[in-house]
């Protein structure tokens, strides 16, 4: 999620942690010197003792109240690890209503809407291990190589159903952003299928995560221009998409 913020998911999701937390929400752990140094730039900017609270919030990301000459502001942790500018940016916002400042800090947020959790909970086990790859592995590896080890969505197999007739198309992989999670098809679950290309479809669901769709006049583009650049810089895009043309009907008989 942030280097400075880390957000313990359903343990389902990491059986190895053998925690046991009394709520069912996520819990975050915050690095409390970037807390510090965040509320030291509002001190700097307030005539008044400044309180700052981190949340996980899913609808407020900003809010602040000043009361008794305290000033007293709930920020997402998605603020704790911003650009310098986009936290000059807030601290002008709370602290003296800038309306500029106030539309760059939108804008962030809008950037950065994969760092909030999930709406609902994801209700089916997760199956992360198959026969033949290791689907949380090959996340990881994918999220420290590209994404910092920021994006914190869920990957699973998807559930296997007996085809009634011969398929004519196949869904790799799907995104869902409700739940913030990823499903890989369990057809690629075969010791054939290169480690690389399962990956690259985990990657292409990241984006997903990463990017939101672009709306346009009437219309919506959930693959807009940046979201085709930033496909295109997973290390083996061509030999994925080579090897997906070469093998798309074996993949549709399995």
Known sequence: MAPAALRVPNPVHTPQ???TFPQSQPHIFVHEGARQTLERRLRAAFPGPV?????????????????GGILRARLHLMFLDAPATIQEAL????????RVASQTVGRYIDANGHRIRAIRPVMTPLVTKGQH???LALFHDVNQR???????ALVSWGRSSPARRPRATIKLGSYSAVERLIRIHPN????????????FIIYHEMLHHVIPASRGPGR???HPPDFRHREQLFRHYERAI????AHIGRILRS
């Open 17 to 19: 942690i053998s925690l």
């Open 51 to 67: 309180v700052l609270a981190v949340t996980d919030n899913l609808h407020s990301m900003v809010s602040y109240a000043r009361r």
């Open 91 to 98: 601290v002008r916002y709370i602290a003296r209503g800038d």
């Open 133 to 135: 790859h290791d689907l």
């Open 146 to 152: 590209y994404f910092s080890g920021t994006v914190d």
């Open 188 to 199: 690629l679950d075969r010791a054939w299928v290169p480690r690389y290309f399962i990956q």
């Open 220 to 222: 919506s583009t959930i």
């Open 242 to 245: 080579e090897w997906e043309q």
